[in-house]
Structure formats: structure tokens, C-alpha cells
């Protein structure tokens, strides 16, 4: 069954760091590009990071740009999420998702979605 996990989620404080990771199984992890997506209440998806199956390709949010590195590595079947400097806006429920087609994923059309970590940033 194919699915995606979620983890590293959190109370952090204002400025502070947290790393997130998305564990695939079930699919050809390397054959999908990986993109995060977060949610907060009364609020719409966001796309936050996008990273392609090669990891040549990689495409920020301007909310998050210059304060998150997304990075996969295959052999682990895994996508990070490393999250600095965070805000009290970043409180949200992040998801991971993963589509074959890049572009589609960037819109949030994915065929595989994680069931998603919490983070919260409050002092």
C-alpha cells in the first residue's frame, strides 16, 4: 500500500528550528517529485516547497523562501523539510505530498498525501 509519513513536527518558539521528514513506501519513491504543503485552520493549502525526483529542481514558497531547505534522499526514501527562524504564522499542519508530474504537483494535485505533523510556534 503505498503511503507517505510525516514526522518532526512540534512546539517550537519564535526563531527556532524544527526538521521535518516524509518517508515514502509502497511506490518508486525516485520516480515521484515530493512537495510540502501546510494548512492552518480557517485557512487555504499552501504550497511551501516543491522538490523534483531528481533533486535538480527545487521551488520555495515567498513566505518561507530563505528560511526553508527542502532536500530528498532517495536511498531513504525520504524528503526533508528543514525549517529555520520559524514564525508564528508557520503554525500549521504540514503535509507531504508526491505526483510524477511536476507541474500538477505544484497546483496540489498529488497521488499519494501524507496524513500530516503539526507545528506550532509560540512562545
Known amino acids: 500500500q503505498p503511503q507517505l509519513v510525516e514526522s518532526g513536527g512540534g512546539l517550537v518558539q519564535p526563531g527556532g528550528s524544527l526538521r521535518l521528514s516524509c518517508v515514502g513506501s509502497?511506490?518508486?519513491?525516485?520516480?515521484?517529485?515530493i512537495g510540502w504543503f501546510r494548512q492552518a485552520p480557517g485557512k487555504e493549502r499552501e504550497e511551501i516547497s516543491c522538490?523534483?525526483?531528481?533533486?535538480?529542481?527545487?521551488y520555495y514558497g515567498d513566505s518561507v523562501k530563505g528560511r526553508f531547505t527542502i532536500s530528498r534522499d532517495n536511498a531513504k526514501n525520504t524528503v526533508y523539510l528543514q525549517m529555520n527562524n520559524l514564525k508564528p504564522e508557520d503554525t500549521a499542519v504540514y503535509y507531504c505530498a508526491a505526483n510524477d508530474d511536476f507541474s500538477a504537483l505544484r497546483v496540489g494535485l498529488a497521488h499519494y498525501w501524507g496524513q500530516g505533523t503539526q507545528v506550532t510556534v509560540s512562545s
Open positions: 522538490v523534483d525526483r531528481s533533486d535538480t529542481n527545487r
Open positions: 509502497g511506490f518508486a519513491f525516485d520516480h515521484y517529485d
